[in-house]
């Protein structure tokens, strides 16, 4: 009978490098790994331990500290993040932008109020989150046989400190099991090809999005205002103070009738006296206080 089970070649981190490792990522990313989950560090980094040759984190740390790889940090940046995603993630956003968001933007474009819309994606992943903001604007325009206003009319950045999953993001091909994940028949067969094993994105939605490498945890002065921010699912790996850091830059970087989308948790705490919680349905969005949508 064969042996079904496999040793896993983790090899176990002591406390001290535990600490070490710690500071590295939380300095190199902002993310905060608590002490009850340092096996992330064992798991995470083993191929990366393996395909160097050491076995104790000790000797790792050295490693990278030799700078013989300039792309150690990033390559354990790759491996530390969690980049689960899926296409139309709790589908309120995009619910809120065809009943709310999209008709005022689009007469703020026909009015000559607004010359674009911006949106980003601050944490994108492999790309779902964009892509889905792409295909909810470009269908909702096709529905509505808008004329005068196109997709070309909108900016969609998207970000992420991974340069792994931003590869993957920017292919705009996704394999069978995520293609699945979140998209429905309806856009599946509007906008993507099968080809082989993979499915294709339409290249008008795909190179409607711009993906770069950004950390959160820098200043993002740079790119300028922006209409609509999803920010979700990300703040969670972050300290208190980091979040609430991120949170006020994020007030810098929105419209005044700017909408933060948030993921489905709620931060009242952080988001003091800026920011105003909306509901819509059961939906939840913010924009700066004082502003009436
Ligand atoms: C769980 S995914 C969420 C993806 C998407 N926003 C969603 O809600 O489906 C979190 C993403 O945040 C990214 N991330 C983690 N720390 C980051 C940082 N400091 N700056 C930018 N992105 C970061 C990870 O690489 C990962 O892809």
Partial sequence: ?????????????????????????????????????????????????????????????????????????????????????????????WKIMEDILLPKLIGALLSGRKSRIRIWCAAVSTGQEAYSTAMCIDDYLTKNAVSGVTLSDFDIVATDISTRVLDIAKKGRYDAISIQRGLSDYYRVKYFTKNGSAWHLDPSIRDTVKFSAFNLDNDFNHFGTFDIIFCRYVLIYFSQALKKEIIS???????????????????YDLLEDNYKLNMYKDFSYYTKKAVIL
Avoid: C, H
């Avoid at 001290?16 to 980094?45: C, V």
């Avoid at 790792?60 to 530390?80: C, E, H, R, T």
């Fill in 1 to 93: 009978m064969n042996n079904i089970f496999i040793r896993l070649p983790y090899n176990s981190i002591g406390q001290k490098e535990f600490k070490l490792f710690k500071a590295l990522l939380a300095k190199n990313s902002g993310i905060d790994i608590p002490a009850e989950k340092a096996y992330l560090f064992e798991t995470r980094l083993a191929k990366m331990m393996a395909d160097v040759g050491l076995d104790s984190f000790a000797e790792f740390y050295k490693y990278i500290q030799s700078g013989a790889d300039p792309l150690a940090v990033q390559k354990i940046i790759n491996a530390m993040t969690t980049n689960e995603t899926l296409w139309f993630r709790d589908a309120a956003p």
């Fill in 249 to 267: 830059n994020i007030y810098g970087s929105l419209a005044d009738d700017g909408i933060l989308f948030l993921g489905n948790y709620t931060l």
